[in-house]
Structure formats: structure tokens, C-alpha cells
């Protein structure tokens, strides 16, 4: 398990929210990252989103907006280097490419689920209510302000090993099924002359907790079917439901 290890810098002072996260909650997630924080209040710093910021009247500073600036940076390098290396012949614009997806907000926002980050974010009652925790914006931000957080605490061998860990292992992987819509147009693009319709066919619960059944439809065929709290999400389900298909050659 990495731990903490690196001094703030600068004399820098972060805010600290009584009783707002339980300990337990922060040893929680602590254990689910691998990373024990020296400064736990760093860590509640980058799960605060700004509508709780504003609905507790506390100081714009005091959301995680300026470690997800940070964390942004420290990601950035981390993954140009390890591309630098993994692809010793790859051109500089293909490069750029690469990383852009790597670490693009759906990518990002995959690795939050997988670690049920926003589970942990402390959010505004609107923005919880209107399903802000399952969002891809506010947990691909919570992300790189969790980077963030762990430079400031750790130094960047401790970040660089979070980042490798988390977020740029199974890359083939991961994009298969954030980028699912994607990788679907492009396969049939190359061998069907079909094009792809996602139907709505379902929804369930009320509006602050929907989910929502849809299918891939391939020239008039379903031929995938997800379930998602969102209509993107569910969409992306049934793209990679229907890339299995695709794959096992069912599509005629």
C-alpha cells in the first residue's frame, strides 16, 4: 500500500469540514485507493464539489476544483511519460491522440466508477438529488482532484503509482467499454452497409433515481441491450453487448 510521504509545499493551508465526511468513510476509500493520506483533510478537500461548497456558504477555494487543476497537470505528465516509453516509434501527433483518450472524461470517469468514487464526493442536496454522483463530469474532475491530492500528500512517485494502477492499466480494456458507441460505429462502418439506432424501450424509478433500458439496433435487429442511470450510459452498455455479438460474428 503506498503511503504518504511529501511535505506541502509553499505553506500551503487547506480547509478542513467538521463531521462532513466520517473518518470511517475516509479510511474507506483510503483503503480502496491504496494510499494513506498523512493530511486526511487533503482527501475530504478532493471529494468536495462546488454545489456544497456554495450550498454551506464556504469559500470557492474550498471545493476541489483547484487540486483537479493540479491533479490534471500531474496526470498529464505521468501519462505522456509512460506513452514515451510503451511506444518508442510512435510520431508525436499519434502520441497526442493517444493520450487525449487515455485520459479523456469518459475514460476517467470509468476509473472513478470502478473505485465507486462518487460515492464518496460531498455534494450539493440539488446536484445529489438530480443523480450528480453517477455524472461523468463531477467524477472525472473528483478524479484528478484525488490526484491532486495524493501529489500534495505523497510526491509524485506516490501519484505516479496511483495513476498507473488505476487508470492506465487495461487500457484496450476500459476503452472497449467507455468508448463503446464508438468502436461500434467503426466496426460497422467497415463491414455492414447497417446503421445503428439505440431505442429507448424502458424506465424505471422516480426522477431523481431513474434507470434506463435501451438497445443497440443493427438494420432493424436488437442486437445489444444496457441498463444505466443515464440514457448515455445505457447506450454504452448496449454498444458493448452488441461489439460481443459483432465479435462472435452473429451479425448477418
Not at 150 to 159: K, S, V
Request: glycine share 12%; net charge negative; proline share 1%.
Amino acid at each position: 500500500m503506498i503511503t504518504g510521504g511529501h511535505p506541502h509545499f509553499w505553506g500551503v493551508s487547506f480547509f478542513k469540514i467538521g463531521g462532513a465526511i466520517m473518518s470511517r468513510n475516509v479510511k474507506e476509500l483510503e483503503e480502496k485507493i491504496g494510499y494513506n493520506f498523512k493530511d486526511s483533510h487533503l482527501l475530504r478537500h478532493a471529494v468536495t464539489h462546488s454545489s456544497y461548497v456554495n450550498e454551506k456558504h464556504m469559500k470557492k477555494a474550498d471545493c476541489n476544483e483547484r487540486l483537479e487543476f493540479l491533479g490534471d497537470a500531474v496526470l498529464e505528465l505521468i501519462s505522456s511519460e509512460y506513452l514515451f516509453f510503451e511506444n518508442q516509434t510512435m510520431p508525436e501527433g499519434e502520441l497526442t491522440k493517444l493520450r487525449a483518450s487515455m485520459v479523456c472524461e469518459k475514460a476517467l470517469a470509468f476509473c472513478a466508477r470502478d473505485l465507486e468514487l462518487g460515492s464518496y464526493l460531498l455534494l450539493g442536496k440539488g446536484e445529489d438529488a438530480t443523480g450528480g454522483r453517477f455524472r461523468e463530469s463531477i467524477t472525472s474532475d473528483a478524479l484528478e482532484a484525488l490526484i491532486g491530492a495524493i501529489y500534495l500528500d505523497g510526491g509524485f512517485a506516490n501519484a505516479k503509482e496511483f495513476i498507473l494502477k488505476y487508470i492506465l492499466n487495461d487500457l484496450e480494456g476500459k476503452r472497449l467499454f467507455y468508448d463503446s458507441k464508438t468502436i461500434l460505429q467503426e466496426m460497422v462502418q467497415g463491414g455492414q452497409e447497417k446503421g445503428i439506432v439505440y431505442q429507448l424501450v424502458g424506465e424505471e424509478g422516480p426522477d431523481h433515481n431513474k434507470s434506463f433500458r435501451v438497445e443497440a439496433v443493427i438494420g432493424g435487429e436488437a442486437f445489444g441491450c444496457g441498463i444505466g442511470r443515464t440514457k448515455k450510459a445505457a447506450e454504452q452498455e448496449a454498444a458493448y453487448q452488441a461489439i460481443l455479438k459483432l465479435k462472435e460474428g452473429k451479425v448477418q
